[in-house]
């Protein structure tokens, strides 16, 4: 058996500020996905993205190829034999990332500030805190 951290779904979630969630906690009763599909799912969102930035200069180009890094880096991580809430966790906070409907972000309005927040939760759920990004809080 992996001697991996052994995670708890609850401390996750208690780590993700209160706003997020929800959509975090829905995110974490979908089926599961192939890592394989999870990756290209992140590589086709940062396709978008990067030509949205193209015409939207508010967009935070560096923080989303950061928040690209960290959930790719997070699927790098999970292997066969951890225990199923990692792979949970880490789906459930790709997903947060790529999950496009309401994606204010994809406008430039918001930014990658809730990304950044779910995905740092997992990441030092998984004591992966060389994936852990700065946030920036937007009032």
């Known amino acids: 058996m992996s001697d991996s951290p052994k995670p708890r779904i ?31 799912r992140v590589n086709r969102y940062m396709a978008t993205v990067r030509q949205v930035g193209l015409m939207v200069k508010l967009l935070d180009m560096e923080q989303a190829e950061a928040l690209a890094t960290t959930a790719l880096g997070l699927l790098d ?40 927040e779910v995905l740092n939760a997992v990441c030092r759920a998984l004591s992966r805190t060389d994936l852990v990004l700065p946030v920036s809080r937007q009032d």
């Not at 500020?17 to 599961?32: A, I, K, N, V």
């Not at 809430?85 to 790709?94: C, D, G, L, R, W």
């Open 10 to 40: 609850a401390d996750v979630v208690d780590d993700i500020p209160m706003e997020y969630r929800d959509r975090y906690e829905t995110l974490l009763t979908q089926p599961s996905i192939p890592i394989p599909e999870l990756r290209e």
């Open 77 to 116: 991580y999970v292997r066969p034999d951890h225990a199923t809430e990692v792979k949970m966790i880490v789906q459930a906070a790709v997903a947060y990332f790529v999950y496009e409907e309401e994606d204010e972000e994809i406008t430039g309005v918001l930014g990658f500030g809730d990304d950044a």
